[in-house]
């Protein structure tokens, strides 16, 4: 089984990640004096930190699917 403690962790790391995610979206959004470097640099962020995420939930069914 899943320690209790680790997936609480892992939820927290999503949750900030998201978090961190929605602001990156609205600042690339709302920011019409950015250039396309800059977009693009955002652009790399935000979806990296939803790549980061997609690991983290392929971690958590590993680890449910280990347990039976």
């Known amino acids: 089984m899943m320690n209790k403690d ?3 962790l892992l939820d927290l790391i999503k ?3 998201n978090q961190m995610k929605d602001i990156l979206k609205t600042m690339k959004n709302n920011s019409f ?3 396309a470097t ?3 640099d ?3 962020v ?3 930190l939803y790549t ?3 690991f983290i939930d392929k971690d958590i069914e ?3 699917g280990s347990n039976g």
Do not use: V
């Open 15 to 17: 949750l900030r990640n």
């Open 42 to 44: 955002l652009e790399y």
């Open 52 to 54: 980061l995420n997609l």
């Open 62 to 64: 590993r680890k449910r």
């Open 6 to 8: 680790t997936k609480e």
């Open 38 to 40: 800059n977009r693009n």
């Open 33 to 35: 004096n950015l250039n």
């Open 46 to 48: 935000i979806i990296h």
